[in-house]
């Protein structure tokens, strides 16, 4: 891997260079990691002109969730506690020579920003922007295969809750089983906060688990995701308990199925994301729920949950192949419940099969 760390790190030095800087000071975690390989808690990156190094606050604490440190990259830990690892990265800069640092502007705080630039006044400091997250969009087969794994272990926590008995169990008592079995079954943890909405609160998009307990005839929803090896999927699936379901409920699944179908479809390089967004919400929108839809149809997944692209009606831009990102359009009904169906898909071009579905726990509306 410490190879594909290295290819990464020189894309990048290839955009910043270009804007005129010496050296790069990357500070969001879910980029330290994807160019280091872990992100210990606090840590920075600093790609300089000699060397690149990994300045932590402290030691790594070995958690699977940090990652594993490319081994050809030097790791150096600041010698005192409190210390901050990225004004001690601008005078590591300062002194190999530099005379700018770009830096994310929208991840440092006005007060770090500061606190570089008063440890190292003669950096001239630019803004390295969104490209290291440009470069996260575009997942290779290893990441792909994380994601792949994460998604296997959702769908079998997902599957044996199923098997259960879920009637006056409450949604709170759900979701923390649904995250000990991602656990059991090798995640790193849950990829989010578990969603679990029962009766009226079905439908919900991130709906925080209450007391209430499952009731006959309830729909239930269920949105959750595993962590593995940094990389996070995600599914939602909608059930009705221990009957048949009614026929409002029969119409509404059907709807909110043959919307997810419609954006799953529109998954093809090239595609832009509002054209997927659109091919969703039209769906819903002509059956009269036009309101109260969410702002988005779908957004791109990786070391975060919620990264670029986003499949939103404003949303510029075209897929590429290689992006995974979930389709979950849904409808709420205010007192009443409601259906979310969410799915992560990796693009691919129609030669190769088209969109490669993740997961696959059965979109049938079951009756539990």
């Keep these: 891997m410490s190879e594909v760390y290295a290819v990464r790190r020189a894309r990048l030095r290839e955009r910043w260079t270009a804007g005129g800087s010496a050296t790069a000071l990357v500070t969001r975690p ?91 006044p003669r950096l001239r400091l630019a803004d390295l922007g969104g490209a290291v997250e440009q470069l996260r969009v575009i997942k290779d087969e290893e990441e792909i295969s994380c994601l792949r794994i994460g998604a296997e272990i959702a769908d079998q926590a997902l599957g044996e809750l199923l098997e259960s008995i879920l009637v006056g169990r409450t949604e709170r ?25 029962t009766g009226p609160h079905s439908g919900r998009r991130g709906h925080r688990p209450t007391d209430r307990r499952v009731e006959e005839g309830d729909f239930l929803s269920v949105c959750l995701g595993a962590t593995y090896r940094g990389y996070r999927c995600e599914i939602g699936r909608t059930f009705v308990i221990g ?23 529109a998954l093809a390089p090239g595609a832009a994301f509002r054209d997927v967004d659109r091919a969703a919400r039209q769906v ?16 791109g997944v990786g070391l975060e ?4 692209p986003q499949l939103a009606p404003a949303a510029m831009g075209k897929l590429d192949a290689c992006v995974p990102v979930t389709v979950e359009p849904g409808v709420h009904l205010p007192g009443r419940g409601g259906v979310r169906i969410d799915d992560t898909l990796v693009v691919r071009p129609e030669a190769d099969g088209g969109p490669e579905l993740l997961t696959i726990t059965t979109k049938e509306l079951l009756a539990l």
Excluded: K
């Design 173 to 197: 008592h759900l979701a923390l089983e649904l995250e000990r079995r991602l656990v059991d079954h090798g995640a790193d943890g849950p990829a989010f906060a578990t969603s679990v909405g």
């Design 243 to 265: 009957t048949s379901p009614a026929d409002w409920q029969i119409e509404l699944y059907d709807l909110v199925f043959a919307a997810q179908r419609a954006g799953r479809e």
């Design 30 to 120: 879910a980029n330290v990691r994807y160019l280091a390989g872990a992100a210990p808690s606090g840590a920075v990156l600093l790609l300089g002109r000699g060397e690149d190094l990994l300045l932590c606050g402290g030691p790594p604490s070995g958690e699977a969730e940090e990652g594993r440190p490319d081994e050809a990259l030097r790791m150096q830990v600041l010698p005192r506690a409190g210390g901050d690892p990225a004004v001690a990265a601008a005078d590591v800069a300062t002194g190999q020579g530099a005379d700018s640092l770009a830096v994310e502007e929208h991840h440092l705080t006005v007060s770090r920003h500061r606190a570089i630039g008063s440890v190292a």
């Design 284 to 299: 819903l929108d002509s059956a009269g729920y036009a309101e109260g839809l969410p702002p988005l149809t779908g957004h």
């Design 305 to 308: 949950i919620d990264e670029d």
